[in-house]
């Protein structure tokens, strides 16, 4: 589904150049649920960012369902964005003005769909992640697992191929993060969703059916989990 | 559907930010509001002196004695001779001198003309009541009233003036008619309205000033003022020694009353548009900050899958939305302004729906320029950047 090819990555800061990604290959396959552990700084966020499409990688290709990204045309990555993959970050990034159902809608708002198809889709959702009594909420009306739990229905509602999630549970205490981990074996397991949890939690990468591990800017080792249920 | 999701969500941004909204809004409201009272105020002041010229038509001149020239009359049969001389058809002589009338608190400016009976035929005058002053009535103290001097009489404790007495100066005048109400300026002599008119030979007698020194004619076809002019000097120059007159007329007076009209417009238009700089500035200011303010919502919307060409969008519409709605406050503003002004000088008012759609089509237009700069900032942010931020 997912295949990347020897990607590097660089920032140039100032006069020199700091290499963040060094040389990365890996393949994600339908329905996997892949955990990416690795220390602060050695560039899993960049990784991701890579595979979401808001980062060009510095050298590399990169294919997704066998086609060949290439980084010209902004309507054309802005849409498999819209299309193929779905964020849930750390930070929630929930948009303050809008409730939790509108927030849900978003990403279907840039496929030119309908107001009420829009609604009646991110309602789906929002049940999907049983939130659907805040649906009229604002984001500083939830806690954060409730926003979280609304982020990954925003992840969801556009089906994509792929589920991105930055440090989920990050921001949230142990029992609440479990629950978001528990959703998101839930629809890995019940849907099929093929989703990738970068953490340094090892409690969490445990819990994926598959972990890679990244230090500074490498993969050092990829590992089948022990099934957990 | 992104359009109006687009809208929404100007709105909901707008409301968000109430202070900042209104603080841009104010240019904008000034720039279209001086745009809309100046355009609304010079179609009132074009109507008005347009109207005075359909009822008494172009065909008009008015000739006066160059000041300064003593011991040169134009004597009333020299001018009254014109009528039928060339292209005249008709002559109407007139004198006018301004007298106070009433006491104390009841006091009132009246102007006190002595005219031939050509007059009310030149210069439109329907009576509403009453007789005209007739040439019978020469060396006679008949006099006919306008609707102000009615109005002062009437509120002066003389409900029905006709025939009643009215005493100016040392003379008493009997009232034979009150004139309907006329609009006044152009060609027409100003101050019909809160006059009081007797005949000419009257007023030579009884006025303070009693010489003639204007008359107005009408001419069979349109002629140019200097051909019209020379017609006249050559005339006076032999009837009375060394006379020089000038001479006006309608055709003139239009052609120089649309060039004040448009250095009017053009100076309205000049502050509206400094205005609508200013106003536009203060917007895309607001809209820069409003860019800033929301880098993370932007970089989330990308990640989301919107395009460059979606947040553009979202923030042009988000200008364009702030400018219509400092618009259409402007163009409240404009058209009280100009009714303002209609009221204040008594005339019609009148609404141009061009000016309207001028003010919206303008508003649009601020909004879009002004906010291209922030929109373009706005979608060409680096989505992780703006995350992050
Ligand atoms: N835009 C940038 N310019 C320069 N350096 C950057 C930029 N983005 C990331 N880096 C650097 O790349 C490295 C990897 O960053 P990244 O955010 O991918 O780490 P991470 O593994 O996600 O860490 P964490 O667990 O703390 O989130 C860091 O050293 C960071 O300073
Ligand atoms: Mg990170």
Not at chain 2, 35 to 62: C, P, R, Y
Not at chain 2, 129 to 155: H, K, M, P, W
Not at chain 2, 357 to 368: D, E, N, Q, S, Y
Request: charged share 20%; aromatic share 6%; hydrophobic share 40%.
């Amino acid at each position: 589904m997912l295949k990347i090819i020897d990607v590097h990555k660089n920032y140039a800061v100032g006069p020199t150049e700091v290499k963040v990604l060094k040389g990365i290959s890996m393949e994600v396959g339908k329905g996997e649920l892949l955990a990416v552990i690795g220390a602060s700084g050695s560039g899993k966020s960049t990784l991701m960012h890579m595979i979401g499409l808001l980062e060009q990688p510095t050298s590399g290709d990169y294919f997704i369902e066998g086609e060949k990204i290439s980084y010209d045309n902004d309507r054309v990555l802005s849409t498999i964005r819209n299309r193929k993959i779905g964020f849930v970050f750390q930070q929630y990034h929930l948009l303050p003005r809008l409730t939790a159902l509108d927030n849900v809608g978003v990403p279907l708002v840039y496929r030119g769909m309908r107001e009420p198809e829009i609604k009646e889709k991110s309602m789906v959702f929002l049940k999907k992640v049983e939130m659907e009594d805040r649906a009229r909420h604002r984001p500083n009306e939830m806690s954060g697992g409730q926003q979280q739990r609304v982020a990954v229905a925003r992840a969801l509602v556009g089906n994509p191929s792929i589920v991105l999630a930055d440090e989920p549970t990050g921001a949230l205490d142990t029992r609440t993060g479990q629950e978001i981990m528990n959703l998101f074996r839930k629809l890995n397991e019940e849907e099929g969703i093929t989703i990738i949890v970068i953490t340094h939690d090892h409690k969490i990468a445990a819990q994926c059916k598959r972990q890679v591990e990244m230090v500074d800017g490498v993969i050092v080792q990829s590992s089948e989990s022990r099934v957990q249920s | 559907m992104i359009l109006k999701a687009n809208i929404t969500e100007a709105l909901r941004s707008l409301v968000s930010a109430k202070q900042r909204t209104i603080l841009a809004l104010i240019g904008i409201v000034i720039g279209i509001g001086s745009v809309i009272g100046m355009v609304s105020i010079g179609s009132i002041v074009q109507n008005e002196a347009l109207k005075q010229f359909k009822d008494m038509g172009v065909d008009i001149a008015t000739v006066r004695k160059d000041s300064g020239e003593k011991g040169s009359e134009m004597a009333l049969k020299d001018i009254l001779g014109l009528k039928g001389r060339g292209d005249v058809t008709e002559v109407a002589p007139y004198l006018t001198s301004g007298t106070e009338y009433g006491s104390g608190s009841k006091k009132m400016f009246m102007e006190q003309m002595g005219v031939t009976e050509s007059f009310f035929d030149l210069n439109k005058i329907v009576m509403k009541r009453g007789r005209r002053i007739t040439d019978l009535d020469a060396y006679r103290y008949f006099c006919v009233i306008g609707t102000e001097t009615e109005q002062f009489l009437n509120s002066a404790g003389t409900p029905d003036p006709i025939g009643s007495r009215i005493a100016l100066g040392d003379r008493i005048y009997t009232i034979v008619g009150v004139m309907g109400a006329v609009s006044e300026g152009g060609m027409r002599p100003y101050g019909i309205n809160r006059s009081v008119i007797t005949h000419i030979t009257t007023g030579t007698r009884s006025f303070q000033s009693k010489e003639i020194n204007t008359f107005m004619v009408r001419l069979a076809g349109l002629k140019a003022a200097p051909e019209v002019k020379a017609e006249f000097q050559d005339y006076f120059e032999k009837k009375s020694n060394g006379l020089r007159v000038s001479v006006n007329t309608a055709e003139e007076l239009i052609a120089s009353m649309k060039k004040q009209m448009q250095l009017f417009s053009l100076l309205l238009g000049a502050i509206g548009s400094i205005a609508l700089i200013v106003g536009g500035i203060g917007v895309m200011n607001v809209m820069l900050i409003s860019v800033t303010e929301r880098r993370k919502e932007i970089g989330l919307r990308r990640a989301l899958g919107a395009q460059q060409m979606d947040i553009q969008a979202q923030f042009i519409i988000e200008s364009v939305t702030l400018c219509l709605a400092g618009g259409i406050i402007g163009i409240f503003l404009g058209i009280g302004v100009s009714l303002v002004f209609a009221k204040l000088s008594k005339w019609e008012f009148l609404v141009s729906y061009g000016s309207i759609a001028l003010g919206f089509g303008v508003a649009t237009a601020v909004g879009i320029f002004f906010g291209y700069y922030p929109a373009r900032q706005a979608a060409r942010l680096d989505p992780i950047k703006a995350l992050r931020s």
